[in-house]
């Protein structure tokens, strides 16, 4: 999937927000429950820490305060809202928790629903409501990456546990008439045929509805993932995507501010620059400290690079997320910041 023509309109980014659980679990820590230390996870992973909800936290939550940091900054009210887009494959409730999240933040003119595409889902979100933003259809959107997969988590699996942890990260956006287009481009991809490398699949729980006849229990598995397929996958495709849109877009490398990507493994994100020959300094990489938090890794990365002052207005940033799906896709974005 690629973009249509444009129009009379642009899109601008103009706020960011995030927001992490407090409670924080190291990777020693984790040794006390499974075989494993810190070195052996860095050494794998770059992973040092990752941060757990608790109690009396929850994801909607978390999104809702992520949400509010982006307004904030936009200089927005909430009122002035059209919609509101959560990127989640955890909700709080099945049926959808970007209606509750709109509630909070009483934007009471926004349409909300939830999207589910798992680590690309912030990416897919992201060009979902820009779409809105291109053709007229509304004038403002929010777009919420986050994800609880410690619920999902088996945590006495080492090869899994040591990878996941939870957040949520907000981008604001609005529709420019004859304004600078911050969004200039995206591909987005999926191939179901390889699903199984990483997926939550459905618990076969039947029971007895009435006598002779059987109805499926809801529930759902812990994560199931093959870690070598999904290194392989994602080595593989991301510089393929990125390699498209840049030349379609006729945009060297060498030319982008920076490179955000889904931060699922350092070794992934260190494999994609060396790639195109980006040096660490323009990696943007948080992975460190919170793990793989699925749809909040991108807008929480971007906030943090935005507040501290690594992100200035009119950088260039190439961006992409992959994950299960197995799903994956890229964007060209120029950030403008409020005005």
């Not at 679990?25 to 070195?39: A, F, H």
């Not at 260190?270 to 790639?275: E, G, T």
Request: neutral net charge; contains cysteine.
């Amino acid at each position: 999937m690629t973009r249509a023509p444009k129009n009379n309109f642009g899109v601008n980014f103009v706020g960011t927000g995030s927001a992490k659980p407090t409670q924080v679990i190291s990777n020693d820590e984790l040794g006390l429950r499974v075989e494993t230390n810190d070195s052996w996870i860095k050494s794998r992973t770059g992973i040092s820490q990752r941060r757990v909800l608790g109690k009396n936290e929850s994801l909607t939550e978390l999104s809702t305060t992520a949400a509010r940091q982006a307004l904030q900054m936009a200089d927005w009210e909430p009122e002035s809202i059209d919609l509101v887009i959560l990127a989640t494959s955890t909700p709080d409730d099945l049926f959808g928790s970007a209606p509750k999240i709109q509630a909070n933040l009483s934007a009471t003119s926004a349409v909300s629903f939830d999207l589910t595409a798992a680590c690309s889902g912030f990416l897919f979100a992201l060009v979902t409501a820009s779409q809105y933003l291109l053709n007229g259809s509304v004038k403002r959107a929010l777009v919420i990456g986050a994800d609880q997969l410690s619920r999902w988590v088996d945590w006495d699996d080492r090869g899994s546990c040591i990878l996941f942890g939870d957040g949520a990260g907000a981008l604001a956006m609005e529709a420019k008439p004859n304004g600078l287009d911050g969004f200039i481009d995206f591909r987005l991809k999926s191939d179901g045929s390889r699903g199984d490398c990483l997926n939550v699949p459905n618990l076969d729980v039947f029971q007895t509805l009435v006598p002779g006849k059987m109805y499926q229990k809801g529930g759902f598995s812990p994560i199931q993932m093959n870690g070598q397929e999904v290194y392989k996958f994602a080595v593989r495709e991301v510089p393929l995507v990125l390699d498209e849109l840049l030349i379609s877009n006729s945009i060297k490398p060498s030319q982008l501010d920076w490179l955000l990507l889904h931060q699922a493994n350092q070794r992934i994100l260190d494999s994609v620059a060396d790639r195109f020959k980006i040096p660490n300094k323009k990696v943007l990489s948080n992975l460190a400290n919170y793990g793989n938090t699925s749809a909040a890794t991108i807008p929480l990365m971007l906030d943090e690079a935005v507040r501290d002052g690594r992100v200035k207005s009119g950088d260039l940033i190439a961006t992409s997320g992959f994950g299960a799906g197995l799903s994956w896709g890229a964007a060209l974005l120029r950030w403008i910041g409020p005005n």
